[in-house]
């Protein structure tokens, strides 16, 4: 017959057990792509550029890589998460993440990796990845660091 501490013994193992993998820092990358949700291709590797962009200074703007600078007014195509400003079924104005922001694993969502997006037609709100196509804006006045004007949507 087991007693109560025969079986109560081992149970008192697991939080020992779990700490010690935590402390040792063995940790998987959440994706096998790194921080960012999709694979690195042509329309998400701007994100690895756009998410470089840094505070400085004590009014904390935003200060871009060089490769970033030379795109600001040129058009370029990133593919992202849909993430509405307003309820409704269609959105000609919409923040586009690098991440789902509903993805635990996902690195958390940051001002460089969020882009405010303008397009000419409206779109419908879903969760599968689009690819967006528009004049990059660096520094709008919206307080994102960049904005995509004129923009065109594809599902991707």
Known sequence: MTTRRQFLAPLAVIPVAG????????QEPPHPV???????????????????????????????PEPIQ??????????GFL???????????FILCANPVSCSACQ????ATMVQV???????????????????RLKPFEGLFYRLDRAEIAVG
């Open 118 to 136: 303008q397009t000419r037609e409206p779109v419908a709100a879903h969760r599968e990845p689009v690819v967006v196509m528009g004049i990059l």
């Open 108 to 111: 958390s969502p940051r001002p």
């Open 70 to 79: 030379a795109l600001d007014g040129k058009t370029v195509t990133l593919r």
């Open 34 to 64: 790194g921080p960012f949700h999709l694979p690195l291709d042509e329309t998400t590797a701007l994100w690895r550029d756009l998410a470089q962009a840094r505070f400085v200074g004590p009014a904390s703007d935003p200060a871009f």
């Open 83 to 93: 993430s509405p400003l307003s309820d409704g079924a269609v959105h000609s104005r």
């Open 19 to 26: 700490w010690a993998v935590w402390a040792s820092g063995a």
